[in-house]
């Protein structure tokens, strides 16, 4: 069953009024006000943007703000589901199958999608909603982005390769010589510009001199050599197991 959580007004700032809707049912009108201060959003985001990278300082800060994370979820959930639209919630659990067959859908401005939906909690259960079941966030006002290219005697190709693994890694003339001798075939004229090292602050600021430079539209062509994998715990250990990486966090939860 898909519970859709639509927007219903303009408004950019808390509070929402919104309707809950299972599947295509009426919707249940209900009001959002964002369970958080300004201080604890601020919290939140110093735990999760620079606590975790470095979680030896704030331990007791750093505990209050992880365990917020369940008292956002839980209230937002009493503001959803209140009278009819809880008693439909009960129903949807009982007679559909439980959490696995549940999905929910986010509809709204991006005041509305900065609210943290996937810690949408029931009280009654042990962990978040998303830890269960697929959150979809749907944008009813995309903005209307017109990309037109400068006019340009060559074509401009802007190759990003990245290569975290310096010497064990894949040599990157592996891939952007076949690339660069296609194009000398073809015999267009290019100009090929090659972002180093292949990190994305890298990439943020040769765009922005680019932009600065030659103004918007200068690049035709964004090339992306990368490569990667998704790993288990155990994987990653047997992998690289006496090589320290920075970017990984510890065992998950």
């Given at each position: 069953?898909?519970?859709?959580?639509?927007?219903?007004?303009?408004?950019?700032e808390s509070p929402f009024a919104a309707?809950?809707?299972?599947?295509?049912?009426?919707?249940?009108?209900?009001?959002?006000?964002?369970?958080?201060?300004?201080?604890?959003?601020e919290r939140l985001e110093w735990y999760?943007?620079?606590?975790?990278?470095?979680?030896?300082?704030?331990?007791?800060?750093?505990?209050?703000?992880?365990?917020?994370?369940?008292?956002?979820?839980?209230?937002?959930?009493?503001?959803?589901?209140?009278?009819?639209?809880?008693?439909?919630?009960?129903?949807?659990?009982r007679y559909e199958g439980g959490f696995?067959?549940?999905?929910?859908?986010?509809?709204?401005?991006?005041?509305?999608?900065?609210?943290?939906?996937?810690?949408?909690?029931?009280?009654?259960?042990?962990?978040?909603?998303?830890?269960?079941?697929?959150?979809?966030?749907?944008?009813?006002?995309?903005?209307?982005?017109?990309?037109?290219?400068?006019?340009?005697?060559?074509?401009?190709?802007?190759?990003?390769?990245?290569?975290?693994?310096?010497?064990?890694?894949?040599?990157?003339?592996?891939?952007?010589?076949?690339?660069?001798?296609?194009?000398?075939?073809?015999?267009?004229?290019?100009?090929?510009?090659?972002?180093?090292?292949?990190?994305?602050?890298?990439?943020?600021?040769?765009?922005?001199?680019?932009?600065?430079?030659?103004?918007?539209?200068?690049?035709?062509?964004?090339?992306?050599?990368?490569?990667?994998?998704?790993?288990?715990?155990?994987?990653?250990?047997?992998?690289?197991?006496?090589?320290?990486?920075?970017?990984?966090?510890?065992?998950?939860?």
């Amino acid at each position: 069953m898909k519970i859709t959580i639509t927007q219903t007004d303009g408004r950019t700032e808390s509070p929402f009024a919104a309707a809950v809707q299972f599947d295509n049912g009426a919707g249940h009108k209900v009001s959002i006000t964002d369970p958080f201060t300004p201080e604890e959003e601020e919290r939140l985001e110093w735990y999760y943007e620079e606590w975790l990278t470095f979680p030896f300082t704030g331990e007791v800060r750093a505990s209050h703000a992880a365990a917020s994370t369940q008292s956002y979820g839980e209230a937002l959930f009493r503001q959803l589901f209140t009278a009819d639209a809880l008693a439909e919630y009960k129903m949807a659990l009982r007679y559909e199958g439980g959490f696995s067959q549940l999905a929910f859908e986010i509809r709204g401005t991006p005041a509305f999608h900065a609210l943290h939906w996937e810690a949408l909690k029931d009280p009654q259960q042990a962990r978040p909603f998303a830890v269960e079941c697929p959150f979809l966030r749907q944008n009813d006002n995309p903005p209307n982005i017109h990309i037109r290219p400068q006019p340009s005697p060559t074509l401009n190709i802007l190759l990003v390769s990245a290569r975290p693994g310096g010497r064990r890694d894949v040599g990157y003339r592996t891939i952007s010589r076949p690339l660069i001798e296609a194009l000398q075939n073809s015999r267009l004229r290019t100009r090929i510009d090659l972002v180093r090292p292949g990190t994305y602050e890298a990439l943020v600021k040769h765009l922005e001199a680019s932009r600065d430079r030659h103004g918007d539209g200068f690049y035709h062509i964004a090339h992306f050599d990368l490569h990667g994998s998704l790993l288990t715990y155990e994987q990653y250990q047997q992998l690289e197991p006496d090589v320290p990486n920075p970017h990984f966090l510890g065992r998950p939860k």
